[in-house]
């Protein structure tokens, strides 16, 4: 069955041609975001993104718990926080009984910078989606929440029109 032409799209290519578009776009408003936090405040989006995780957790959170909602490696998680606490960003609490394990919390410098720099960064971000009314980022909201599931399902997916009885795998 041939694909069927949706306008510039046809329903086969639109996944590539919609994730080709997602991952332009957002990596534009990455580099806008970027720029805007090492012009305004010298940092970088990973350090923003850390303090940011921080700022949500007064109580401080481990390299564990860092890492997944960083969702990078514990690794670079040691590395992102080993200069956060060189630039007084954090403080490290050791657990009793085992220092290796710590919390992570921000100190009030880096509540300051956070406080500081946050606004502007909403702003950047409000500048960032001003070519869709209110109602399409809505829109693009609830679908962005639909494809989630779907994207972070590893098992094997089904598409409408692919058949995938036995026969057809054989």
């Known amino acids: 069955?041939?694909?069927?032409?949706?306008?510039?799209?046809?329903?086969?290519?639109?996944?590539?041609?919609?994730?080709?578009?997602?991952?332009?776009?957002?990596?534009?408003?990455?580099?806008?975001?970027?720029?805007?936090?090492?012009?305004g405040h010298s940092l970088t989006m990973a350090k923003f993104d850390l303090l940011a995780q921080l700022h949500g957790a007064p109580e401080g959170l481990s390299m564990s718990e860092l890492s997944e909602r960083l969702k990078v490696t514990n690794g670079a998680v040691t590395c992102l926080v080993r200069r956060a606490a060189t630039e007084k960003l954090v403080t490290r609490i050791a657990r009793k009984?085992?220092?290796?394990?710590?919390?992570?919390?921000?100190?009030?410098?880096?509540?300051?910078?956070?406080?500081?720099?946050?606004?502007?960064?909403?702003?950047?971000?409000?500048?960032?989606?001003?070519?869709?009314?209110?109602?399409?980022l809505l829109e693009l909201h609830s679908l962005l929440s639909k494809l989630r599931p779907s994207a972070t399902d590893h098992g094997r997916h089904h598409f409408p029109g692919e058949d995938h009885s036995e026969a057809a795998v054989a």
Do not use: Y
């Open 1 to 39: 069955m041939p694909d069927e032409d949706i306008g510039l799209l046809t329903v086969g290519a639109a996944p590539l041609r919609v994730w080709l578009a997602l991952f332009s776009t957002v990596r534009q408003i990455e580099r806008m975001i970027q720029k805007n936090l090492r012009d």
């Open 97 to 136: 009984g085992d220092k290796r394990r710590q919390k992570i919390r921000l100190s009030r410098k880096g509540r300051q910078v956070f406080d500081n720099m946050a606004p502007t960064n909403q702003t950047c971000i409000r500048q960032a989606m001003t070519g869709l009314a209110a109602e399409e």
